[in-house]
């Protein structure tokens, strides 16, 4: 099978944890077997216990209280407290030929745009033979008009250029949602970037025009635009989610004919 990491991002209160909690239950529902690591040094309690916890490491309310930190100068701290511990991480993946990990993260989302903590958390992963997909969360009631899509999916490009992984967007919480708003959002699920400028150039001031069409760009350049939606409720929603997650992982392709001991050296594109 191999070794193999959804690593769960997004803003705070996106969904992340509820995510990892449908996917670990539809992945037990298909008989695949998965572990949660739970990143989150804040994190309080959980429907499925981590197999990997950071709090057995360093806990965000310790920092707190012996260091004087805030919460957030806090959450840092911990991850760089693991940075400086990666043997603890280490031991901790163990050497399994076969895993696959769904990473709950903290919702900072400095983490993933100009602190280089997930990187090098990545980069150990790799180390280790880990494949990781990205999944990055927003929340579809936030994202109801062109420049919050357009907010949102920059902090999406900004988490994946910066940790250069395979990555996949996700609308969540797509069940509190009417009828009428999901149509609505349908729009964003795999649109035309330039409709979507001239869009919002029609309501905008006319200074942002240029401004637009360049982000625009820019997105359509990083082939960036397309969401899945994901509705807990639904187990289709979450089937389309998985499939687009195993294959950008490439899940279970290297299963048929193994190349003794070579089968390590895997090639990230
Ligand atoms: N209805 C509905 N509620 C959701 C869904 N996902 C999350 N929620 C709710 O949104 C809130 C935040 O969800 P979490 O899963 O804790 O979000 P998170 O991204 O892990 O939050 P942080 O770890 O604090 O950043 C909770 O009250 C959840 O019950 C969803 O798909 N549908
Ligand atoms: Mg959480």
């Known amino acids: 099978m191999g070794r193999y990491v959804q690593l769960v991002m997004g803003p705070a209160g996106s969904g992340k944890s509820t995510y990892c909690a449908t996917m670990m239950t539809h992945c037990q529902n298909i008989g695949r077997s998965v572990h949660l690591f739970n990143l989150d040094p804040a994190a309080e309690k959980f429907e499925y216990n981590p197999t990997i916890d950071i709090r057995d490491l360093i806990t965000l309310e310790d920092v707190m209280e012996e260091l004087q930190y805030g919460p957030n100068g806090g959450l840092i701290y911990c991850l760089e407290f693991l940075l400086n511990n990666i043997d603890w991480l280490e031991d901790e993946l163990g050497e399994y030929e076969d895993d696959y990990l ?22 150990c992963l790799q180390r280790m033979h880990f494949r990781i997909c990205g999944v990055y969360l927003l929340e579809s009631q936030f994202i109801q008009d062109n420049s919050k899509f357009f907010a949102g999916v920059m902090s999406a490009m900004s988490a994946m250029v910066s940790l250069e992984i395979p990555h996949i967007n996700v609308l969540s919480k797509m069940d509190l949602l009417g009828k009428v708003k999901q149509r609505e959002l349908e729009r964003y699920f795999d649109p035309d970037p330039l409709l979507l400028a001239d869009e919002a150039n029609t309501s905008m001031n006319p200074k942002f025009h240029d401004l637009n069409r360049a982000i625009v760009q820019l997105i359509d350049d990083y082939n960036m635009v397309s969401f899945l939606p994901l509705n807990i409720n639904d187990e289709d929603s979450i089937t389309a989610v998985i499939s687009h997650v195993d294959n950008a992982l490439q899940f279970g392709e290297d299963q048929e004919p193994k190349e003794p001991k070579d089968e390590f050296d895997i090639e990230y594109d």
């Open 102 to 123: 769904i990473i709950d993260c903290p919702g900072q989302i400095e983490l993933y745009t100009h602190f280089p903590i997930m990187r090098r958390i990545c980069e």
